[in-house]
């Protein structure tokens, strides 16, 4: 079984700064991509930023240049360092990773995380 849990979220005026973590945890054989999305109420679920196991990463338009996505893969641990918030970052953030089982290591997964509320406001 592999876990992934969320953590950094909160209320935060326009402008500031937050950092997420998500850790994964269980029978992990190894994990490729990471990343994160978000949902905003009424809205669907988009893709905020990925990065693969080598360190290559990729982001949403909205984001580039104010967000910055990295791991550590020695703690399966993925981070969402934010900056200059905006109100339309409001939304839940959701973790999420491929990953290998030790007890199916030939099969790939997608976990989630259950989700951080990040709020921008004044």
């Known amino acids: 079984q592999v876990q992934l849990v969320e953590s950094g979220g909160g209320l935060v005026q326009p402008g500031g700064s937050l950092r997420l973590s998500c850790a994964a945890s269980g029978s992990i054989f190894s994990i490729n991509g990471m990343g994160w999305y978000r949902q905003a109420p009424g809205k669907q679920r988009d893709l905020v930023a990925t990065i693969t196991s080598g360190g290559i990463t990729s982001y949403a338009d909205s984001v580039k240049g104010r967000f910055t996505i990295s791991r550590d893969n020695a703690k399966n641990t993925v981070y969402l360092q934010m900056n200059s918030l905006k109100p339309e970052d409001t939304a839940i953030y959701y973790c999420?990773?491929?990953?290998?089982?030790?007890?199916?290591?030939?099969?790939?997964?997608?976990?989630w995380g259950q989700g951080t509320q990040v709020t921008v406001s004044s």
């Open positions: 999420h990773a491929k990953v290998r089982p030790t007890s199916y290591p030939t099969i790939e997964y997608t976990y």
